[in-house]
């Protein structure tokens, strides 16, 4: 019992270390796919958003790859977005607690022709304020909140997340989203479970965690030539919601350099308690 005791330890590190591996492939080909797709030069037509493919078990197949980029122009229905969250946005040390909006607009105003918008990032304050405006409406004291004027988007479409174990289920009953579930959020919205969703993104390269313009780093802060109350200035003129940029569509929380580190660290541990274990063994075994 002892013996195996022993071995345990060095067989669970070399296990996280050969999942690490794994995981930084993973992230590697996910990496290569968006590369592959956003490098397009032109943006696709809306049209292929509503282009349809049959799988091949009869039933409607994905008709583009995700993170293609697309250019649509129509109105949106304020009053259907949705909140998914909570996302927190932090920037020099500072956080913010917020939602991601994602909100429905028809393609050149035809109702018919919907597609769901996700905008970016808001403050937490913007949810509050749509469930107040929620109750609002069902007393009869909001008749619409369909935006007439017409706006053109750029972006990418996006398919639905794939939660951790510890992410809770959403409750679209309740109005909570905790992930991106694409087919529920449209059916929550009134639209098909079909319709597409494409996610605004700002052609700027440069890594910016939802499109935060405090770019100041700890260096100019401890030298004095920016305080903490200017960038909380710029934050309250920023304009919402900020969406993410191209480079934010590059960048993991983990990336695969991340994941090398740790697979080398568990293979050490593992080796350094194998070695530990062999000792102890021997020397039970002399």
């Not at 292929?48 to 039933?59: C, E, I, K, Q, T």
């Amino acid at each position: 019992m002892k013996s195996a005791m022993l071995v345990l330890p060095p067989m669970v590190a070399a296990y996280l270390g050969v999942w690490q591996v794994g995981r930084r492939e993973e992230k590697m080909q996910m990496l290569e796919e968006r590369e592959r797709v956003m490098m397009a030069e032109d943006d696709a037509p809306s049209d292929v958003l509503f282009a349809a493919r049959a799988g091949s078990d009869g039933s409607d197949g994905e008709s583009v790859r995700e993170y293609t980029k697309v250019r649509v122009s129509g109105t949106y229905d304020e009053a259907k977005s949705l909140f998914v969250g909570p996302r927190p946005r932090s920037s020099m040390g500072i956080t913010e607690a917020g939602h991601f909006m994602v909100t429905p607009m028809y393609v050149g105003g035809d109702v018919d022709r919907a597609v769901m918008v996700l905008r970016g990032w808001v403050p937490d304050s913007w949810k509050r304020s749509s469930d107040r405006a929620g109750e609002r409406e069902g007393d009869g004291e909001r008749t619409t909140a369909t935006t007439t004027a017409t706006t053109t988007i750029r972006g990418v479409v996006r398919f639905s997340e794939k939660p951790s174990r510890f992410v809770p289920e959403n409750c679209p009953r309740q109005g909570d989203w905790y992930y991106i579930d694409v087919p529920a959020m449209a059916r929550a919205m009134g639209l098909p479970a079909s319709t597409k969703l494409v996610e605004i993104v700002d052609t700027g390269d440069e890594l910016m965690q939802y499109g935060g313009k405090a770019k100041a780093s700890a260096m100019d802060i401890l030298a004095g030539k920016t305080t903490v109350r200017q960038i909380n200035r710029e934050r309250d003129e920023e304009q919402y919601p900020i969406s993410k940029s191209i480079g934010d569509m590059r960048h993991f929380s983990v990336m695969p350099r991340d994941h090398l580190n740790y697979a080398l660290t568990w293979f050490s541990l593992s080796g350094a308690t194998s070695l530990l274990a062999w000792r102890v063994l021997f020397s039970r075994g002399r």
